[in-house]
């Protein structure tokens, strides 16, 4: 058993786990503002029903995008020490501006989210909703910020410290602003939060079309509809951008990746196509079964279908990354994204037309698209760190100076063995998958009961205003009877 191998499979199994919670989170936090926001402003029972609901839903997931993420934190102290010593400068930095500027804006917050509703005004809560939001998602720019670094580092220098009588390198930030807006931090964070986005908007599009079919909830799933469909097709157009923007930053910032996502395996004069699907065959230096477009790659990279685009050849050999797999997560997130496109602009269409509610079959096949956009963001994540191999920090140069990065196995900790880290796997395994469960079993049970309906919100507010003002006038009123019984 190879340690490195292993280390590298839990930290990716528990932070795919992790990253199916976040992104549902930020994606939720939008659509549920949209629906408090509609709610306030026309003073809709249906509108308000609407945001309850998926701010119970909301919470859930909150939950356990919280309990999840701990783990890693600790997997960078047990099983990457070196690693941690290397970027911990750069890491302490940006987890300390995630601290300030995110965690407590959410958690905050989020207390008046969950139980404020019938306890402060509609205003505060409102603006407590959007307060949320933005908290998820500056949670999310300095984890972004920090992973990009990774990716191509800037605002930094190499010092060596005395560890142990060995020397070792250590990243620490000369400029904090740099190191936030490396070359890729926007391009990656943009792509990122859409993507996140996306996915709340067909979470929503899918519960709301599950009510319809069956019957239920018809008022509150129009108006969810109204939101979520648009939602999902500005968002996913908006992804299909961003990440057209980022794979041009790659041949300047990462050649390697963009190669290895297209197996690009020979550079030539002629200019380069772009593989619809395929098998790639490394040891052949080709892709068996492969459908390739011409000249399709160097329009996209360079927006001259004549200009040919770096291939794997130009890399070193012990620089390389695998190619099989980015190469088909690429393809798949793409094949996702196309797929999201097409059928949110069909429903859309429909919706517009007033037949989609006719079209069961429409209804039906919106139903498991958050699958594809959990899929997407997953096969996005596993193409941008495995195409970064065998570099888990990318060398970069500052100021006309070459700098070292970091080898992947250079980061692992020496004390750990593979033993330790492979029972870590099988007991992180079991809690995921009970936590998993729980999980499930909490959001049928939600999903099934469904939002109250407005008459039932009605009652609701009458009951809690008897048993607010009304309840104590009624109260000091029996009070004063029974008194004046006595006098008599």
């Known amino acids: ?11 990716a199994g528990t932070i795919m786990f992790h990253y199916l919670f976040p992104p549902l989170s930020i994606g939720l936090g939008l659509q549920l503002f949209l629906c408090e926001l509609m709610a306030f402003r026309k003073g809709d029972l249906a509108w308000e029903a609407a945001a309850r609901f998926w701010t119970r839903i909301f919470a859930v997931n909150f939950g356990m995008g919280v309990a999840s993420g701990i783990v890693m934190e600790f997997e960078f102290g047990t099983n990457w020490a070196a690693y941690s010593r290397f970027v911990g400068d750069v890491f302490g930095s940006a987890l300390a501006a995630e601290g300030i500027f995110a965690f407590f804006l959410e958690s905050g917050f989020l207390a008046i989210l969950v139980f404020g509703w019938d306890r402060v005004g509609p205003r505060t ?22 992973n990009s670094w990774q990716q191509t580092p800037a605002g930094y ?24 807006f490396n070359p890729s931090s926007v391009d990656r964070l943009s792509h990122t939060v859409i993507g996140a986005l996306v996915l709340g908007a067909f979470f929503v599009t899918s519960v709301s079309s599950y009510y319809l079919l069956g019957g239920r909830h018809q008022e509150v799933a129009r108006r969810c509809l109204s939101i979520a469909l648009p939602s999902a097709l500005l968002f996913s157009l908006l992804a299909a951008a961003t990440g057209h923007a980022s794979a041009q930053k790659l041949v300047h910032t990462q050649p390697a990746k963009l190669a290895a996502m297209e197996a690009h395996f020979e550079t030539t004069d ?10 790639p065959d490394a040891e052949a230096k080709t892709v ?9 790659l160097s329009l996209l990279v360079w927006n001259d279908p004549n200009r040919p685009v770096p291939g794997l050849d130009r890399i070193p050999p012990n620089e390389r990354p695998p190619i099989w797999l980015p190469f088909q997560t690429f393809h798949l997130m793409v094949a996702m994204g196309t797929l999201m496109i097409g059928v949110a602009g069909l ?119 008897r048993s607010g003002i009304g309840g104590l006038l009624a109260d000091q009123g029996s009070v004063r009877g029974g008194m004046l019984e006595e006098r008599n």
């Open 157 to 180: 220098r190499i010092v060596w410290h005395d560890v142990q009588g060995e020397m070792m390198p250590r990243a620490e930030v000369t400029d904090f602003w740099a190191m936030v």
């Open 125 to 146: 809560h409102l603006i407590s909703t959007l307060m949320v939001f933005l908290g998820s998602v500056f949670s999310a720019v300095w984890i972004v910020v920090a």
């Open 288 to 296: 068996r079964f492969g459908v390739r477009i011409p000249k399709l």
């Open 270 to 279: 002629e200019p380069t196509g772009l593989y619809l699907f395929g098998w």
């Open 347 to 465: 429903a859309l269409f429909m919706r517009l037309r007033g037949g989609l509610e006719r079209r069961r079959w429409l209804l039906k096949l919106l139903i498991p698209m958050p699958l594809a956009a959990m899929i997407a963001n997953q096969a996005g994540w596993i193409t941008a760190e495995v195409g970064r191999q065998p570099w888990i920090v990318y060398p970069s140069v500052q100021q006309g100076v070459e700098m070292m990065g970091l080898r992947t196995s250079d980061g692992l900790s020496e004390s750990v063995t593979a033993e330790q880290v492979l029972g870590s796997i099988i007991l992180f395994a079991i809690i995921y998958a009970l936590l998993f469960a729980v999980w499930l079993f909490v959001l049928d049970r939600k999903l099934r009961h469904g939002p109250e309906t407005p008459e039932e919100l009605r009652e609701h507010k009458r009951r809690i205003a």
């Open 1 to 11: 058993m190879d340690v490195e191998i292993l280390s590298r499979l839990q930290f």
